[in-house]
């Protein structure tokens, strides 16, 4: 089954420390996005990627960075930088990059707590 | 930035009853989406309807779009337990992203 996967489910960092998030799709989708929620609110982008070897800022990039060295492929590291990091973090991927008109697909998300 | 606004912020109702779901944005827009959230999981896709459109129906689903108000709505009818989720509307105004809202929380009583 085709599908985005994320991991770990729960993380846990401690202070001063950077952490990674993975995120892997077999859709053979061209767009990832990476998004942070708090609770009770909407998504906030934190960065995107369009195609390989390319990556864009969203909202709130700061204390944040990402790589896109393969298609399949968009971890997002949580820098020690970023001083409120205990979020829910979803990563979601689209089809075509610049097509309007096509939906997101979502993984279940990884949670992350500070210690 | 969060471009949608939605109201309510949460709604209980019984099962059967409908519920309806309000969003409004700010700038002009290609095309606004319909997102639901089960408790811990990711957001799933529901509906889209484009900026040249009035009105999508998906089942139990109803979607409309006032572009002139900026705003959309999402009815659920003859609604069950199992609809009982988060429900985000996400504008769209250039390919590459989307900007969601902060979302109603649904409940639905059986």
């Known amino acids: 089954d085709g599908g985005i996967t994320q991991s770990p489910k729960y993380l846990f960092r401690k202070e001063g420390q950077n952490v990674t998030l993975s995120c892997e799709q077999n859709?053979?989708?061209?767009?990832m996005y990476w998004y942070r929620q708090d609770p009770g609110q909407g998504l906030r982008l934190i960065y995107y990627?369009?195609?390989?070897?390319?990556?864009q800022k969203g909202d709130i990039a700061e204390g944040y960075s990402v790589s896109r060295e393969k298609k399949e492929s968009f971890p997002l590291t949580v820098t020690s930088a970023q001083k409120n990091p205990t979020a829910f973090y979803l990563c979601?991927?689209?089809?075509?990059?610049?097509?309007?008109?096509?939906?997101?697909?979502f993984g279940d998300g990884t949670r992350l707590s500070i210690l | 930035s969060q471009q949608g606004e939605e109201d309510p912020q949460a709604l209980s109702i019984q099962e059967g009853e409908n519920a309806t779901m309000n969003c409004s944005y700010k700038?002009?827009?290609?095309?606004l989406q319909w997102y639901r959230q089960n408790s811990g999981r990711g957001l799933v896709h529901l509906i889209l309807?484009?900026?040249?459109?009035r009105e999508k129906h998906s089942g139990r689903l109803r979607v409309t779009l006032d572009t002139s108000k900026k705003s959309s709505s999402l009815l659920i009818t003859a609604s069950r337990a199992a609809d009982t989720a988060s429900y985000f509307c996400?504008?769209?105004?250039?390919?590459?992203?989307?900007?969601f809202g902060e979302g109603t929380q649904l409940t639905v009583n059986p």
């Open positions: 990627s369009q195609i390989v070897n390319d990556f």
């Open positions: 309807i484009r900026s040249n459109e």
């Open positions: 700038t002009s827009i290609n095309n």
């Open positions: 979601a991927s689209k089809l075509k990059t610049g097509v309007s008109g096509q939906p997101q697909h």
């Open positions: 996400a504008t769209e105004t250039s390919g590459s992203r989307l900007t």
């Open positions: 859709l053979n989708h061209d767009a």
